[in-house]
C-alpha cells in the first residue's frame, strides 16, 4: 500500500488578488520561464500574509509557477528578505558587513537591542518592531545603514535612529 500525498492547489492557497500580482511578475518573462517570477511571487505572498511565509504558501508559490517546491525553499531561506516566521509590524535591517562594522553599526545594534529590549532576530513583545541582522544592504557609502520596510537609513547614529523610529509611531 502506497501512501501518496496530494499536491497543493495554487487556487485554494493562494488568493484571487495574489494570483493576479504574481502574474504581473510572470508576465515579464518568457512562458517557457514563469519559474524566473519566483523572487516577485515570494515578496507578493509574504506582502499578502503580514510579512512572513509559511510552507503552505511556498508550496502555492511551487504550484502556482510548476515548479518543485525545494526550489522555492531554496530562494526563500537564502534570501535576507523573505521571512519564515511571523515579524513585527517594523522590521528593522541592520547591516553589519564589514563597511558598516568599521562605521560603527555594532553601536547602532547595541542601541537598538536596549532601547527594544530585544536581540538581534528577536520581536518586541507588542509586535510592533523585528531587529534583524543583515549581511549587506548595498549601500556601504553610507555604513552604518538599515532598511525598514523598503526604505534606506544610512550614516546612522543613535540619535539619528532615535529620530528615524519617533516618525514611525
Excluded at 523572487?39 to 510548476?66: F, R, S
Excluded at 523573505?82 to 563597511?99: A, D, F
Excluded at 560603527?104 to 523585528?130: M, N, R, Y
Aim: charged share 25%.
Amino acid at each position: 500500500m502506497s501512501t501518496r500525498l496530494s499536491k497543493p492547489n495554487a487556487s485554494a492557497i493562494l488568493s484571487e488578488d495574489t494570483r493576479a500580482k504574481i502574474d504581473h511578475w510572470i508576465a515579464k518573462y518568457p512562458p517557457e520561464q514563469k519559474q524566473s517570477a519566483v523572487m516577485g511571487a515570494l515578496t507578493v505572498v509574504q506582502e499578502a500574509n503580514g510579512g512572513w511565509l509559511t510552507t503552505a504558501l511556498m508550496d502555492g508559490i511551487a504550484d502556482y509557477l510548476d515548479m518543485q517546491p525545494i526550489a522555492v525553499y531554496e530562494i526563500a531561506t537564502f534570501y535576507s528578505m523573505y521571512e519564515l516566521k511571523p515579524v513585527g509590524e517594523h522590521k528593522l535591517c541592520v547591516c553589519t558587513n564589514i563597511s558598516c562594522m568599521l562605521r560603527g553599526s555594532e553601536d547602532i545594534v547595541a542601541h537598538l537591542e536596549k532601547k527594544f529590549g530585544i536581540k538581534l532576530g528577536e520581536t518586541t513583545p507588542d509586535q510592533k518592531f523585528t531587529l534583524k541582522e543583515v549581511e549587506c544592504l548595498g549601500a556601504c557609502g553610507g555604513a552604518p545603514m538599515m532598511q525598514i520596510e523598503r526604505e534606506y537609513h544610512e550614516n546612522l547614529t543613535p540619535e539619528k535612529v532615535d529620530d528615524i523610529l519617533a516618525k514611525l509611531d
